[in-house]
């Protein structure tokens, strides 16, 4: 997997939009970004994820830059069950079959209420 | 069930004590990873199955650590003599095996080596 960089932390007021930014300079073609979150005490959790254009579901949106070499989690309304660390990941979307995931530090997201 | 479970939830250990870990994934979900994740740092990959197939071990930090898949469902990971460096909570995931697409993770077995 290629690797991703990310900040330590964010803060954001609760109920505001929250914007996560990963940068991935050496992202392939063929590479999809990824996004998990892991709450307190619990396994990550996939949030989303794309290829070229941006995607929304009923968690949040990825914003992906023309270039594909960074990329934005946007949380609409951030609520103090957010508060977790979000992790940016690259998967190479011609894989056949499943193959670890490679994880950083990710951003710790804090919440203020 | 409908998540990944993993057993037990909480283990304290004595040094060079032998532990066994559980986890059971999603039914018909072929790909099962097992990581280990230290405080304050993301998980590291330590081994994944197809089936009951071990195609990578490459993270497994020593051969004090075991794992195994004999039919295809349930894992356990299994570390002997273990040591205080061996703390930390231990992540199982499975997913459908297509790949690109998501794994589920389950909460985690966190291990005390006292």
């Known amino acids: 997997d290629a690797k991703t960089t990310q900040p330590n932390s964010m803060e954001s007021n609760e109920e505001e939009p929250v914007h996560l930014p990963c940068n991935h300079s050496?992202?392939?073609?063929?590479?999809?970004i990824h996004w998990y979150r892991q709450l307190p005490s619990q396994g990550p959790e996939y949030v989303i994820h794309?290829?070229?254009s941006n995607v929304n579901n009923r968690m949040a949106s990825l914003a992906i830059a023309e270039d594909r070499k960074s990329s934005t989690l946007i949380l609409h309304r951030a609520t103090l069950r957010d508060a977790a660390v979000y992790y940016c990941?690259?998967?190479?979307?011609?894989?056949?079959?499943?193959?670890?995931?490679?994880f950083g530090k990710g951003t710790r997201l804090h919440i203020l209420p | 069930g409908a998540g990944v479970s993993q057993s037990p939830r909480y283990k304290v250990a004595k040094r060079g004590q032998d532990v066994a870990l559980r986890c059971d994934p999603i039914?018909?979900?072929?790909?099962l990873f097992w990581y280990q994740q230290a405080l304050g740092q993301g998980p590291e990959f330590l081994t994944y199955?197809?089936?009951?197939?071990?195609?990578?071990k490459s993270g497994l930090p020593s051969d004090r650590f075991f794992a195994e898949r004999p039919e295809g469902s349930v894992s356990t990971l299994k570390i002997q003599r273990t040591q205080q460096e061996d703390s930390a909570v231990y992540l199982c995931?499975?997913?459908?095996?297509?790949?690109?697409?998501?794994?589920?993770f389950g909460s985690g077995t966190r291990l005390t080596v006292v």
């Open positions: 039914s018909g979900h072929v790909s």
């Open positions: 199955f197809q089936n009951e197939a071990q195609l990578d």
């Open positions: 995931a499975s997913s459908l095996g297509s790949g690109g697409g998501g794994y589920t």
């Open positions: 050496t992202i392939s073609g063929t590479d999809y």
């Open positions: 990941i690259l998967r190479d979307v011609f894989a056949n079959r499943d193959d670890k995931i490679i």
């Open positions: 794309g290829l070229t």
